[in-house]
């Protein structure tokens, strides 16, 4: 029997650094991941599909958000099952009880708001353990698996829950705890474990797994395995068959680069220029080091002509610390007088100082190099 194990969707989900039009094409991303899953579902002849929540974003979300997002779950010819996580609880403000979920929800969409045991038919259950607010005092998951007494013969049993888990020696009641799942797969009472929550496809134990979000979420220096849905094999006799396919289509790259000279810059930029499907990248980078006036601005221009190609580009300031130190010829090549060339010569001992005011002092520098060579072209 294969089923499909997906988790985190987060539709509706914004990003601080994408612009109107970016963020518009991130959304409708999101919207085609899930047209994709269906298509691997048909491909793999996935009996059904488990979302272990965040499905949505948040619970407050537009009416358009929720519509459209249920009539690309309708389009999955096989049953799907929803389970609200910490992102879309099962609470007062639910957008699982709200009018607009009602009224567009497709017949092949049962949301899994009962913890225990759900029949998805027989010989095949499924052990839910919604979220009913964003933070729990013990873990459901948990305390779902320790209500319930074990499957008949023959029955196969996928525990679906969300949430962090325990290291082993730990104690937290709000984590998952691993150790008791891996008891119960094996005496046999548990078959497979689907868990959301982890964006990165995470074998967690033998037969418990984090699907991973199927489309990006983070930059890959924290997430690095996202992208993926699972089709998963399972019988009551034999451990589960995990296998990952790529559904997503965004990137989400951090970047960082040593720079000391126009060579080192060239270098940068050529391997930014190299990621693929820039439109629907979005770079996060840093730069350290130190570079004279002509590379600082070689940088700056290079920066801002590819900034125009991604989705999205942005300095990483916990990565950048660049240094702007131009030697004696350089400030001579300006030709500048009077007070201008007292100013340049007191912002340069300012960035020689390595004080406080050092890195102002470099990028006045640079802005009126870039400013003085753009004035001398004309």
Known sequence: MRFLHTADWQLGMTRHFLDADAQARFTDARLDSISRLGTVAAEHEAEFVVVCGDVFEDNRLAPAVIARSLDRLAAIDRPVYLLPGNHDPLDAASVYTSEVFARHRPENVTVLGVPGVHQVRPGVELLAAPWFSKHPSADPLTEAVAAVGP????????AVGHGGTLPVGAQDQRLIDVAALSERIA???LHYVALGDRHSVT??????WYSGAPEVTNFDHKESGSGSVLVVEVSPDAPAAVSPVRVGSWRFAAREFPLSSEADV???????SALPEK?????????TGTLGLGAKAQLDDEIEALRAR???LEPWPRKTDLAVLPGEAELDSLELTGPAADAAQELLG???????????ASGALALLYRLTRQEASR
Do not use: C, H, M, N
């Open 279 to 287: 439109d629907r990248t979005v770079v996060k980078v840093g730069f």
């Open 151 to 158: 499957p008949d013969a023959g029955t196969v049993r996928i």
């Open 203 to 208: 074998e967690v134990a033998p037969g418990i």
């Open 350 to 360: 300012i960035a020689r100082s390595a004080g406080e005011r050092a890195a102002e």
């Open 187 to 189: 005496a046999g009472q």
């Open 266 to 272: 060239s270098a940068a930029v050529s391997a930014l």
């Open 310 to 312: 991604f989705a999205g």
